[in-house]
């Protein structure tokens, strides 16, 4: 076995000693600032589509001609890049637990947010330590029990209500974009039904006489239009 340089040793004592700074992949602090600028950036990419006039008009078809739902669909994007806006500066303004990390990590939240990562001093960066779990938390507990119980106290209650918010924009964001997506699909679904009919139908009329009706372009047509569900035409 070869012996190690100096370099090597710092590498690999880094990467053993990674549980000592744990925190849940995908419920920390960092994660959540980048949860909140991304679903902010997406609220904003869906508030530009449907202002633009091609985004309206394909909403507008999507939800049937009901100009109250565009519009609450509308109010409810911006309202929520609004909040997410608000909520980062919070984050940056407000007091925010040094140990909000670590509480995450003794809940077992990592169980249900992707599992636990530590941090690597020599990597200047985050690894999963999925074989560490037991001593991240353990080394977690540590900590926390260094704090008097006023202490702990005061950074559950504030970590619980960023947690809170955090996830009910969360939800909101996932619950909104699917909505959209799904109209979006719906949209573009019809405006593909509609060129095909277009498509066949232009395909019969090249067809002339008596025997027309029995051609294969018409018994594409027909074909095509009969299996098509009744909400199709009434769209």
Avoid: H
Avoid at 24 to 33: G, P
Wanted: proline share 2%; net charge negative; glycine share 6%.
């Amino acid at each position: 076995m070869s012996t190690m340089n100096a370099e090597e040793t710092k590498r690999w004592k880094a990467k053993n000693l990674r549980y000592k700074k744990p925190m849940v992949k995908e419920l920390n602090l960092d994660t959540i600032r980048e949860k909140l600028f991304d679903i902010q950036g997406e609220c904003e990419e869906v508030r530009w589509y449907t202002d633009s006039e091609d985004g309206e008009d394909s909403l507008l078809n999507a939800l049937d001609g009901n100009e109250d739902e565009v519009y609450e669909f509308k109010v409810a994007f911006a309202y929520l890049c609004e909040e997410c806006e608000a909520m980062q500066v919070d984050l940056n303004e407000e007091w925010i637990p040094e140990c909000f990390d670590l509480l995450f990590v003794v809940a077992g939240a990592g169980d249900q947010f992707g599992g636990l990562l530590g941090y690597d001093s020599y990597e200047g960066d985050c690894f999963g330590i999925n074989c560490m779990d037991a001593w991240a938390e353990d080394e977690a507990k540590k900590k926390l029990k260094q704090l008097t119980k006023d202490e702990l106290i005061a950074a559950i209650r504030q970590s619980f209500k960023v947690y809170q918010s955090y996830i009910g924009l969360s939800v909101r964001y996932d619950s909104l974009k699917a909505a959209i997506d799904i109209l979006r699909d719906k949209n573009t679904g019809i405006l593909q039904v509609v060129k095909e009919i277009e498509r066949l139908y232009e395909a019969t009329s090249s067809e002339q006489g008596i025997y027309a009706e029995y051609s294969k372009a018409w018994k594409e047509f027909d074909q095509y239009t009969e299996s098509l569900p009744p909400e199709a035409w009434v769209s």
